[in-house]
């Protein structure tokens, strides 16, 4: 299966528009020294037909979601995905089109970035929202680049329970910002203030998720003030489908709010691709790395959008941008913003409620099943800690063979939890499915 | 057109979610329950679908027309890949689940990786990083693990930038912690040897260039460029956004790079989605590879598993594999095509010189040489003699149903068009694009006027991006939103020209 | 080039910018090249009052829609004012770059650094060389 549309015929007329003889002489620039003169060793080609069918053949080498219930998160979460965002995508209007650098021919894209920007604002209660960050990992370290620029400080504060890979993601960038991090330890779930408030001395910013991974409420407006009385950035780490019945960050005096937003409309396509989001006060909107729309008029008066403050971007500051990026997520971005709008804002309480009704359903289950919940004092939101009496992971591909997946083995991020499983509960799951849950865990 | 939260009315609904089947929903503590509900919008399916389909018409992309932008790589998205990355045995696979229940998706990211070690000539691959620029990030972190580990990251602090570099490389160069020093570009549109001879010493950490470069020039004297640095220890790295030229023809490895990342949304057509995703892969040669990116993705006998007993490794630049989604697509292309990959950047070649031919003698040519699958043309003597720039002209060509190559990029070039036709455009096009382009031209010089005006045929005319970036609306105010028309424009004959 | 464009009584700094002194204080600000090449300024981050100047180091920030440029300060000193118009308006130093367009006040700490700084003349060959 080839895409050219060259035909010999072509290929003569155009060899004699530009005066050479053959293919080879356009080459004639290569040294001799580095051309490669074999075939590249790869498998023949395919036709579209054998294409679909090699790749089905992988597919099925699969366990995916749809082939037993599942109750893993851990960061990704099996959310329903309406098909209007499927059928949205799939406009080859936006699904192939470029970053809009000539506003004119791409008003579809900026105007939807601009929605999609107001939509994140509203949910996290800030004044403003970059088009999106690769995913939830790298907008943490994009927080930590912004707050060293705007402190000053080289220090920055993340709670054991944040995500591990996050945690990874940002300690990985670190030595390049020039930065030092430091992790405040969980105490039986969720975060001490007064812990994090002294760590957080001198530090740029101090980062807490919310819910955090153990999938229990933080005393966030304590966090970010005890990071606001320090003088560090305070930064909510947070889940998008948790917004409609959780407080917004920018509400309870965060500087800064980031998250994942697979939750919202992006399936889990193993891991990526998804979107980032990262939000912010007003007076950092001259930090923000990545693409920022802004409203405008043209001549006539009529209202337009455009890449707007670009001047903080890669292309003209060069080395003294705000950061490098530039592809970044659009289109999951996109599904987002038709996933919320779907939703509306009774819907995603809906979602909220229907997750942490369910979740706790399950948790009393789970006890009445003989069970032990290791954060039993603590609220929790749509996921949840059980201790299982034995190595996680043999439970889990035990459950698996009873078609579940009972969910994340703790133990390889957490020391000291090896017997520990992280249930995730989405508004997918039902009360038989969860019944059927408290049944395999009970051995 | 209004936006969606202008077409938002309360109480109306799309989609809900299942209830609670009877069970109460826990409270959430008073100080940490949402106290306003955000206001997203408020609007029925039917209305909602009209709202991203009207968008969607005020967009141009690959499937809408010709869309040669240079160093983008426009070429078509075969729809087939949608397809194959929305089978639920990829869509629905979640990343934390047991290597032995992922054997498809691990073994499709392995074949990629030999794919892609293939084409560079280098020997070992990480999927990781998120789009090129973070795979630039990652490659200049791997040079510092490099001479960390043999104790010389001290000393080198400088990465050479030639100064027709994608403004991705300085930007990445300072988020890596080095020093950048610029090397000058010559008449040829090489890198100038003598002035690159005296930046290139023992501080030197290594070389950021993508060959063929920006002007679409192949570097003549890459194995003297090779030479400098390997001689002064410091390593190269390549900058793939222009490897459609070259597959199967010339690799990186092949020309002394140690360190490559690859364009997925470039050269393996990964659809651009208006801004991304895309996938920037990095390739390494063997000397590099402890340093990759953990989890490694390895085959183990007839199965294939995640290594994370890496411990010299950078850590992690992005969450699980990478986005996988992605390495679908492009794994698909590349299955599409096999050992035919080097037509592939045969034919990007070829359009490109065809329409250099077509071109040259109405537009300026910087650099007189054959190019490879992308060029450079400068409208300076449109400028000089008519007043009209290259952003005049890229704003005309809109009203003759093409989408603007990349103007005002490299920098080296005055009112620069960076042309990139790619290989799946038809001589039809090539033709009709460089009508488009003469007549242009021939405009500049009868009726400039209509240049300075256009585009009028698009929905919105040349926006105030002046009053954008002093206004800075970036999100709708709900009550309180400005109404930019009302208010006063820029100065007259301010123009923003922008690269790409 | 118009003498108006480079008055004769500043000095001028290669980075593009002016000072106009006045005893031992100075009037700083960029030259009718800088703002031109910019284009129109959109946002200016104004420096602290009190602060130091070094002669040939940046001490505030211009923004156009093109690019963001640092502002050098010819020399070196202890800022005593800063023009707080042009922080609401920045396209007043388009308008008028050597007269409302001005950008700090600086009490000089040694004013015979003057003496390195180019006259009109001098810049004017400069840009001249520039091409």
Redesign the interface.
Known sequence: ??????TEA??D???E????ES?E???????E????HR????????T?QE??A?????????????SHV?F?G???Y?H?V?A?V???L????????????????????L?????Y???I???TGM???N??G?????VAADAC?IAKHATGRSKVVITEATNP??R??V???A????LKVVEVPHRDGATDPDEFRAAAENAACAIFQQPNFFGV?E???DLAAAAADAEALPVAHVDPIS??????PG?YGCALAIG?GQSAGN???????HYGFLAARSEF??RMPG????????????????L??????????????T??????????A?AGL?Y????????????G??C???A??AKERLVAAGLELPFADR?TFKEFAVRVGRNA?DV??DA?ARGI?PG?ALGRDYPGMDDVLLVAVT?RR??DEIDRLAEVLAG | ?K???EKSRSG??????????G????E??A?????????????A?PD??RH??E??????????GF?P?GS?T?????R?N?????????????????EE?????L??CVELQE?LA??T?LDAVSLQP?????G??TG??LM?AYFADRGEDEQRRKIVVPDTA???N????????YE?IDVQTDARGNIDVDDLRTKVDETTAGLMLTNPSTLG??D?N??EISRIFHDAGALMYYDGANLNAV?????PG??GFEIVHI?L?KTFSQ?????????GPVAVSQRLEPFL?VPAIVRDGEAYRLDYDRPKS?????????????F?RSY?F???????????S??A???A??L???LRDDYDLPFD??CMHEFVLSARRLKREHGVTALDI??RL?DYGF??PTIY?PLIVAEALMIEPT?????ETLDGFADAMRAIAREAAEQPERLKQA?QS????????V???K??????HFEDHPD??A?P?AAAGVEAP??? | MAAERNPGDLRYHPEHDWARIDGDEATFGITWFAQDALGELV?F?PPEEGAATTAGQPYAEV??????SDVVAPLSGEIVEINRAIVDAPETVNADPYGNGWIVRVRLSDPSEAESLMDAEAYERYLAEQG
């Open positions: 299966m080839s895409y050219l549309a060259l072509d290929r007329a155009m060899l528009a530009i005066g050479v293919l002489e356009l080459f004639a620039d290569l040294p020294g580095v051309r490669f075939p590249l060793k790869l498998a023949p080609a395919l579209e294409l679909s090699y790749f089905e053949q992988l597919a099925s080498q699969n366990e995916h979601n749809g599942s893993l851990a960061g990704l099996d329903y309406p209007v499927d059928a949205v799939q406009r080859g209007e936006f699904l192939t089109a470029y970053t809009p650098y000539q506003p004119e021919l791409s008003q579809g894209v105007q939807s970035i601009f929605e920007q107001t939509a604002c509203e949910l004044d403003v929202s088009a999106s690769y995913d939830g990992t790298t680049y890979q996050v990874q993601v300690k990985t960038y030595p390049g910002f020039g409420l005393p966030a407006p917004l409609g019945v959780l407080e917004a509400h994942e399936p889990i396509s193993y891991g990526g691709p909107i001259r693409r920022i729309v802004g409203e405008t008029t043209d001549a006539a008066g009529n209202r337009g959008y455009v707007t403050l670009q001047t903080r971007e890669q292309h003209i500051r060069r080395e003294k941008a950061s490098n990026i530039t592809t970044n997520q659009t289109l999951l996109l038709v919320l709008s779907w939703l509306g804002p009774q819907g995603l309480r809906e979602v409620e229907t942490t009704a369910l706790e359903y609220t992971r889990v591909r698996l997946h994340y508004e039902t009360k | 057109m936006l969606i939260f109306r609904r799309a989609g809900r979610a299942p209830d609670t089947g069970l109460p929903v826990p959430i503590p100080e940490l329950r949402r106290s306003e509900p955000p206001r997203l919008p408020e609007i399916e909602l679908l991203f389909t968008l969607s018409t005020r967009n141009f992309g690959i499937d809408t869309y932008l983008c426009m070429k078509h998205n075969p087939v949608e397809r194959l990355a929305a089978l639920p045995g990829f869509r629905d696979l979640h990343p934390l689940e047991d229940r992922a054997q498809g998706a073994r499709l794919t293939e084409v000539g998120a789009a090129g620029s973070q630039e990030l200049l972190m510092h994608h403004g991705t300085p930007a990445s160069v300072t988020m890596a912690g950048l020039l192949f003549e890459i194995e597959c199967g023809i010339s690799r092949d020309m364009n949304h659809p651009h989605g208006g801004g991304g995703p895309g996938g990116p950078i850590g992690k630049v992005r969450g699980f594999l990478g986005p996988f989604g992605v679908v698909a590349i299955r599409a095509y096999g050992p035919a990959l080097r037509e592939m045969e034919v070649v070829l359009n010189n065809y250099l031919a077509l040489r054959l890229a704003k809109m989408h603007p990029f290989e799946t455009e038809a001589k585009p698009t929905v919105v005319g040349r926006l105030d991006e009053k954008a970036a206004r800075a609306v970036v999100r709708y930019l028309s208010e424009a922008k690269g790409a | 946002h981050e923004e156009s829609v093109k690019a963001v």
